[in-house]
C-alpha cells in the first residue's frame, strides 16, 4: 500500500446516525475528510427496503453535517458508480449487511476497513454481541480490520477489548461504553492506513461465527442449563423492551421477559443442573390462524 502524508478523503457506512456521527468525529481529529454516507436500507442489495429504513434514514438526514451527501444504494454496482465520484481514499464502514464485493473495495485508493464489534476472530458474523451475552461472556471489545472477499476475516489492523457486558445490559448503554473504545481503535487504524500497514493475519484456529440466532433459541429448553436458560432470557431482552423467549410452565405458554439464578419472588422452574426463578414475564401471543 502506497504511503499518505495528507489527510483521507474517506465515505462513511454505517446503520445509525449516532454511529455515522462517531466514526465522522474520529476522522476530523485525525485530520481526515468525510466526504460521504452510505446506509443500506435493504437486507440484501436488489431487495425491497426493509421496515423501519424511513425511520433511521429521517434520524440521520436530521444529524447530516452541513452539505454531507447520504447513499441509499439499492445495489452494489449503484453503490461503486456513486462512490466513483466522490474520489475516496478510503471506505469505512461499521455495520453494513450487505457483502461488499471487490469492485467497490477497489473504488477507494487504499481501499475499505470495517469496525466489528469483537475481538476477531472470535465472533465474526452480523451478530457478535448477541453471541457474547448468549454465552455470558463478561465483556466485548472491537476490531479495525481491512475487509477482504469474506465477512470479518480481513488481517486486524488496531483492536481493544475490556469493554463490560453487565447483567442488565441494554443496547443504549452499551453503545455508550462502546463509542470511545470505537474511536480510539479507528484512530488507531487511520494511523496505520496512513503508515501503509498491511494489517495482522487472523488466527484461524481461533475463529467462531455469530450468525442470526437459529430458531429454536425463541423457545426454552429447560432441559439446559440455568445459567444457559439465564442468559437466553438477558439476549432477548437485550434486543429491546418486551422481547423474550417462548416456554412452557405449569401448563401455560408464557413469553419469559426476566430471570434470575438467585432464590426470588417469581416461578421457581427446575433446569437441567438447578433452579431458576422467573420475575417478569407475559402471556405468549395466540397462535396465527390458519
Same mark, same amino acid.
Request: proline share 10%.
Given at each position: 500500500?502506497?504511503? /499518505?502524508?495528507?489527510?483521507?478523503?474517506? /465515505?462513511?457506512?454505517?446503520?445509525? $446516525?449516532? !454511529?455515522? $456521527?462517531?466514526?465522522?468525529?474520529?476522522? /476530523?481529529? =485525525?485530520?481526515?475528510?468525510?466526504?460521504?454516507?452510505?446506509?443500506?436500507?435493504?437486507?440484501?442489495?436488489?431487495?425491497?427496503? %426493509?421496515?423501519?429504513? $424511513?425511520?433511521?434514514?429521517?434520524?440521520?438526514? %436530521?444529524?447530516l453535517p452541513p452539505g454531507m451527501d447520504l447513499l441509499l444504494p439499492g445495489s452494489?454496482?449503484?453503490?461503486?458508480?456513486?462512490?466513483?465520484?466522490?474520489?475516496?481514499?478510503?471506505?469505512?464502514?461499521?455495520?453494513?449487511?450487505?457483502?461488499?464485493?471487490?469492485?467497490?473495495?477497489?473504488?477507494?485508493?487504499?481501499?475499505?476497513?470495517?469496525?466489528?464489534?469483537?475481538?476477531?476472530?472470535?465472533? !465474526?458474523?452480523?451478530?457478535?454481541?448477541?453471541?457474547?451475552?448468549?454465552?455470558?461472556?463478561?465483556?466485548?471489545?472491537?476490531?479495525?480490520?481491512?475487509?477482504?472477499? @469474506?465477512? @470479518?476475516?480481513?488481517?486486524?489492523?488496531?483492536? &481493544?477489548?475490556?469493554?463490560?457486558?453487565?447483567?442488565? #445490559?441494554?443496547? +443504549?448503554?452499551?453503545?455508550?461504553?462502546?463509542?470511545?473504545? #470505537?474511536?480510539?481503535?479507528?484512530?488507531?487504524?487511520?494511523? &496505520?492506513?496512513?503508515? =501503509?500497514? *498491511?494489517?495482522?493475519? &487472523?488466527?484461524?484456529?481461533?475463529?467462531?461465527?455469530?450468525?442470526?440466532?437459529? *430458531?429454536?433459541?425463541?423457545?426454552?429448553?429447560?432441559? =439446559?442449563?440455568?445459567?444457559?436458560?439465564?442468559?437466553? /432470557?438477558?439476549?432477548?431482552?437485550?434486543?429491546?423492551?418486551?422481547?423474550?423467549?417462548? $416456554?412452557?410452565? @405449569?401448563?401455560?405458554?408464557?413469553?419469559?421477559?426476566?430471570?434470575?439464578?438467585?432464590?426470588?419472588? =417469581?416461578?421457581?422452574?427446575?433446569?437441567?443442573?438447578?433452579?431458576?426463578?422467573?420475575?417478569?414475564?407475559?402471556?405468549?401471543?395466540?397462535?396465527?390462524? +390458519?
Amino acid at each position: 500500500m502506497t504511503n /499518505v502524508d495528507a489527510g483521507l478523503r474517506i /465515505v462513511l457506512v454505517s446503520f445509525t $446516525a449516532d !454511529r455515522l $456521527a462517531a466514526l465522522h468525529e474520529t476522522c /476530523v481529529r =485525525g485530520g481526515h475528510t468525510p466526504v460521504a454516507y452510505a446506509y443500506s436500507r435493504s437486507l440484501k442489495p436488489g431487495k425491497p427496503t %426493509d421496515p423501519g429504513s $424511513a425511520r433511521v434514514v429521517a434520524e440521520i438526514t %436530521d444529524a447530516l453535517p452541513p452539505g454531507m451527501d447520504l447513499l441509499l444504494p439499492g445495489s452494489t454496482a449503484g453503490l461503486a458508480r456513486t462512490l466513483t465520484g466522490y474520489r475516496p481514499d478510503l471506505l469505512v464502514v461499521y455495520g453494513f449487511s450487505w457483502r461488499i464485493p471487490a469492485s467497490v473495495r477497489k473504488i477507494p485508493r487504499l481501499g475499505a476497513i470495517n469496525i466489528h464489534p469483537s475481538l476477531l476472530p472470535r465472533y !465474526r458474523g452480523p451478530a457478535p454481541v448477541l453471541h457474547a451475552i448468549r454465552n455470558g461472556d463478561p465483556e466485548i471489545g472491537v476490531t479495525a480490520h481491512w475487509m477482504d472477499e @469474506d465477512f @470479518d476475516t480481513g488481517p486486524v489492523l488496531a483492536q &481493544q477489548g475490556g469493554i463490560p457486558l453487565a447483567e442488565e #445490559v441494554t443496547a +443504549p448503554e452499551l453503545w455508550q461504553l462502546t463509542r470511545p473504545v #470505537v474511536s480510539s481503535v479507528l484512530a488507531t487504524a487511520l494511523e &496505520q492506513v496512513l503508515a =501503509g500497514f *498491511p494489517g495482522e493475519p &487472523q488466527d484461524e484456529t481461533s475463529a467462531s461465527y455469530a450468525g442470526m440466532l437459529e *430458531p429454536a433459541l425463541h423457545e426454552v429448553d429447560w432441559s =439446559g442449563t440455568a445459567a444457559t436458560v439465564h442468559n437466553q /432470557v438477558r439476549m432477548f431482552r437485550f434486543i429491546g423492551p418486551g422481547r423474550g423467549p417462548l $416456554a412452557e410452565v @405449569d401448563g401455560r405458554r408464557i413469553r419469559v421477559l426476566r430471570t434470575s439464578l438467585a432464590p426470588a419472588e =417469581g416461578i421457581r422452574v427446575r433446569c437441567a443442573d438447578a433452579p431458576i426463578w422467573i420475575t417478569e414475564s407475559a402471556p405468549a401471543p395466540e397462535p396465527a390462524a +390458519p
